[in-house]
Every structure is written in C-alpha cells, then in structure tokens.
C-alpha cells in the first residue's frame, strides 16, 4: 500500500478487489493505492478509474489524452473530425481544461490536413 510513482500491474489483493467489481484485472494498472482510495488506469489509457473504500468503482478522470485519442480514433476512421459537443457526450465528466488541451494536442498534431466534405482543415477554429 502507499503511494506509487507510476502505474504498475496489480497485486493479489488488489486483483481479487477488481474482480469483486466486476472489472478484469489483466487491462488495468494500479496508479495509486491507500486505505481509502484506489486509483487505476487502462492499460489502453483511455479510462481511468477512482475507488474509494465502501463504494463501486466509477469512472472519473478523463485527461486531455483521452480526447486526443479519441478525436485521433475518430478522424482516422471517418475522416471527420469530432466537435466540442461529440466529445462532452462521450466524455460526459470531462474537465473543461482537459478537454480544450486535448482538443489543441489534436490540431498541433494534424495542422492544415483537410478534413473530408469540408472546406476546412483541422487547423480552424
């Protein structure tokens, strides 16, 4: 137990923890890890996940990283690039701050690439 510098896999413990909420171990990483509170990630670090003791785990977190990877996912598949409102009804419980960083991360990367059935590129606002 304590706190940990960076995510790391499970222990017994906290595996059979997981299991009891129905969540499976071998896609998780444990970031932190104290007697009222267990922080994880997905091994695809898309979804992180809070547990405080006595109550399920829930989602929470999302980082600017998850809309990266989604806007990235999504403009890779489609061709068309998600917005503001896309994402905060797939990232419900997003930091608006996390949110507008992902959103620019998106657009340094891609810059003027056109995006399909436009006359835009990713880089307008």
């Known amino acids: 137990m304590g706190k940990q510098t960076r995510p790391s896999r499970p222990t017994r413990r906290q595996k059979e923890e997981m299991k009891a909420r129905k969540l499976k171990p071998n896609t ?16 695809s670090g898309l979804k992180k996940t ?3 003791a006595g109550s ?28 503001e409102r ?3 009804e797939e990232l419900r419980d997003i930091d608006q701050s996390e949110l507008i960083e992902g959103m620019t991360e998106f657009r340094l990367i891609l810059g003027n690439w056109p995006i399909v059935g436009s006359d835009k590129s990713c880089d307008f606002r």
């Open 86 to 88: 896309e994402l905060l």
């Open 28 to 43: 998780w990483l444990v970031v932190q890890d104290t007697p009222t509170k267990m922080e994880l990630v997905s091994k």
């Open 50 to 52: 809070c547990h405080s």
């Open 56 to 83: 399920l785990m829930q989602p929470s977190c999302w980082t600017r990283w998850s809309v990266y990877e989604y806007m990235k996912h999504r403009f890779v598949c489609t061709g068309q690039v998600p917005d």
